[in-house]
């Protein structure tokens, strides 16, 4: 076994191989960005070295020299599944823990690997030439052959949208892998995503781990992953375990790594390969709790060149998991990205929390920002059973806390109550078929628990200055009726007359906690404040709070006005300062945690403002540019 590992990566992943290091005794070398030097997983390793970027592979195999270190685990994401880092660690004489070069390369190119599958008797998704595409049966998926997690993917409803999707699928693809590369291939509307894990050894020996099923997307990206499958028969998993494997052992592989499925969901038979994620995936949690495996531990154990000792007879299989990511996402604003300090975090953890895990990188005053990818935390649970699983994830995601951000926790748990996911009938197009879950608390709730917890917090903070009062007192004459104009989410302002608010009892419970009863019935809230934002939450949901109405009237804005919707980088500008165009034109494009927006002309008419060009950092709602309809 290694003395001392360097982890090339960052955030909740970075913090997971850690733990694994420290159980085993094994020294962990951390690398940071200047903008991470102060994250949890630089403080809790045993030395960290600071690098430009966690894409430079020659800073990051110089960290391995200046550490000492004989081994490194790239996590998954940035070079995980890149075989240049796999080279340059073996010329360096640095163990890579994941699989060889040729083969990381092999599964790594989707094309290659769908070969190699249909060499292994592995069924696959019909592919299409581009002139093919022009007259296949439609709808069609277009695929960065390179990478993966959802990016460079555009589904195609007919022939017509075809080069936008070719070209927007590319730009993505580049961005994201360094590689613009595409193919295109038959599109399942209504399918499940099932998966297979795998692990290999030097010796000859390939197990897989039984399937996870990961239907529950948005946009190509993986909301809710479990194991096992709901749907899958005993049958089944051994066949989809031994195709697994024999793709595995076509391609050579060492290491863990994870064969992708898609299948017709009226029919599981008829299932096809999609492709081979050469790394350790997001979702590994899941697996790790019914088989009782560390799967980290035995990548550094094979990738030290130890035989697995475990035949596949001897995997065994227990209870149900499933796993929720918590992402950095406003779910009310069809999920565009998030940004901003942690004001507030409790994870959920303690007493009545048997069975769950939580794999996260944040704590207050983290700042989570558009650069890396959304995902801010995920919450793992399991029970003897799937209806088991279901109730501890949802009990856990209610005791979570996270304010100062908005993320999809109070989503999910809406997600988890549908009647399709507790009964297990869910397919990768479900989330978009799905009405949004109606919010637990109207907006009155919301901004009324806002200001209790508001004027509490100035009550114990025992003001003596008059100007601090928000009862209506005034220097002389009579006391002046008092009304807040509270904004829940940027919505339309809601009109409170604190008078009204002695209806409701209030008392602290901790830092940044209150209890509010009204109406008989108590519910525990939290409290932060960010200058004029008040973020309050409730039941592992949380909102923004702002007290002006003339906020919410901005960032609805004028009919003309293309304001941004999420924070991030402008990428493209398709119009100018005095051009003509016509509603549903493209204007700006944004980019955003690698995934593209397009704000198009909310009408026909002239573009009197723009006032951002391409580079530009942009912020939530700033002003981008104007079209004017003709008078």
């Not at 906020?551 to 999420?566: E, N, S, T, V």
């Amino acid at each position: 076994m290694f003395e001392t590992v360097l982890i090339a990566n960052r955030g909740e992943i970075a913090r997971r191989v850690i733990r694994t290091l420290d159980r085993l005794g094994i020294r962990s070398v951390a690398v940071y960005s200047p903008a991470d030097r102060h994250a949890p997983h630089v403080r809790e390793a045993d030395e960290a070295v600071a690098v430009g970027s966690y894409l430079d592979i020659d800073e990051i195999v110089t960290a391995c020299r200046r550490a000492g270190a004989q081994a490194l685990h790239p996590g998954y994401g940035f070079l995980s599944e890149n075989p240049a880092l796999a080279r340059a660690c073996a010329t360096a004489g640095v163990v890579f823990v994941g699989p060889p070069p040729e083969a990381g390369e092999l599964m790594g190119d989707k094309l290659r690997a769908k070969e190699l599958a249909m060499a292994a008797g592995l069924p696959v998704v019909p592919t299409f030439t581009e002139t093919q595409a022009r007259t296949a049966p439609y709808p069609l998926l277009v695929k960065a052959a390179a990478g993966g997690g959802g990016r460079g993917m555009r589904v195609v409803h007919r022939a017509a949208d075809l080069d936008a999707a070719l070209a927007s699928a590319r730009r993505e693809a580049h961005a994201g892998f360094g590689d613009d590369r595409v193919f295109i291939e038959r599109f399942l509307p209504r399918a499940r995503h099932l998966e297979v894990q795998v692990i290999a050894d030097a010796h000859g020996t390939v197990l897989h781990l039984g399937e996870r099923e990961c239907s529950l997307q948005r946009r190509h990206q993986k909301v809710m992953e479990e194991s096992p499958s709901p749907a899958v028969s005993p049958p089944l998993r051994a066949t989809l375990g031994d195709e697994a494997v024999a793709l595995a052992r076509a391609a050579g592989y060492v290491n863990a790594g994870t064969v992708e499925f898609i299948a017709d969901f009226d029919d599981l038979a008829e299932h096809y390969f999609l492709e081979c994620n050469a790394r350790l995936q997001v979702e590994h949690p899941v697996t790790e709790m019914v088989t009782g495996l560390d799967l980290v531990e035995l990548q550094l154990r094979v990738a030290g060149g130890e035989p697995l000792g475990l035949s596949q007879d001897e995997i065994r299989f227990a209870g149900h998991a499933i796993e929720a990511r918590v992402n950095a996402e406003d779910a009310a604003r069809d999920f565009l990205p998030s940004a901003g300090r942690v004001l507030a975090y409790r994870r959920p953890a303690g007493p009545g929390m048997a069975g769950v895990r939580v794999d996260d990188a944040i704590e207050p005053f983290t700042e989570i920002d558009t650069a890396y990818d959304s995902l801010v935390a995920k919450v793992i649970a399991h029970g003897a059973d799937r209806a088991a699983a279901l109730a501890r994830l949802d009990h856990a995601l209610a005791r979570m806390t996270l304010l100062g951000v908005t993320t999809t926790a109070g989503y999910l748990r809406g997600l988890l109550a549908t009647d399709e996911v507790r009964s297990g009938q869910i397919d990768t197009g479900l989330i978009e078929r799905l009405e949004l879950p109606v919010a637990p608390f109207s907006d009155e709730q919301i901004a009324q628990a806002a200001a209790l917890m508001t004027l509490a917090a100035r009550h114990d903070e025992r003001s003596d200055d008059p100007f601090d009062r928000a009862d209506g007192w005034r220097l002389a004459g009579r006391r002046a009726p008092s009304w807040w104009p509270l904004s829940v989410g940027g919505g339309a302002p809601v009109e409170l007359r604190l008078d009204d608010l002695g209806l409701h009892e209030i008392e602290r419970t901790g830092d940044g906690s209150w209890a509010i009863t009204s109406a008989g019935e108590r519910r525990e809230w939290s409290y932060a404040v960010d200058g004029d934002l008040i973020w309050v939450g409730c039941d592992g949901h949380a909102w923004s709070v702002r007290r002006s109405a003339a906020a919410a009237a901005q960032a609805a804005g004028a009919d003309g006005d293309l304001r941004a919707p999420m924070p991030g980088q402008v990428l493209l500008v398709h119009a100018a300062a005095g051009d003509q165009v016509r509603a549903g034109d493209p204007v700006v494009v944004l980019e955003s945690m690698k995934m593209e927006l397009v704000l198009a002309a909310p009408m026909d008419g002239e573009v009197t403002e723009l006032n951002v060009a391409v580079g530009d950092r942009v912020a939530l709602d700033q002003p981008l540019a104007r079209v004017v309809a003709p008078s």
